[in-house]
């Protein structure tokens, strides 16, 4: 399976495999190399404090110029958080 570039998705919008947001990316996470990210943090909403971790195996699609990500799976699979 091809790595994914999770390193500029800041800020992109997350929804599941049935188009429901999940929220938004904070970051990108570090495991296995320092250069290549395992998985997304993204937060619930603004107004949330849940935050949920996204593995780069989950993301189905990536749309740069929409500043979307897709995943494979409903929300209530995800693991949050903090």
């Known amino acids: 399976m091809k790595r994914l570039d999770l390193t500029t998705t800041s800020g992109y919008l ?22 290549i990210a395992d998985a997304l943090s993204v937060r619930g909403s603004r107004l949330s404090r849940r935050r949920c971790v996204v593995p780069a195996e989950a993301i189905e699609q990536i749309d740069g110029g929409g500043g979307m990500i897709a995943l494979r799976f409903e929300r209530e699979a995800i693991r949050s958080f903090l």
Do not use: F, H, N, T
């Open 14 to 35: 997350v929804a599941d495999k049935a188009g429901r947001i999940v929220g938004r990316v904070e970051c990108p996470m570090y495991g296995r190399a320092l250069d």
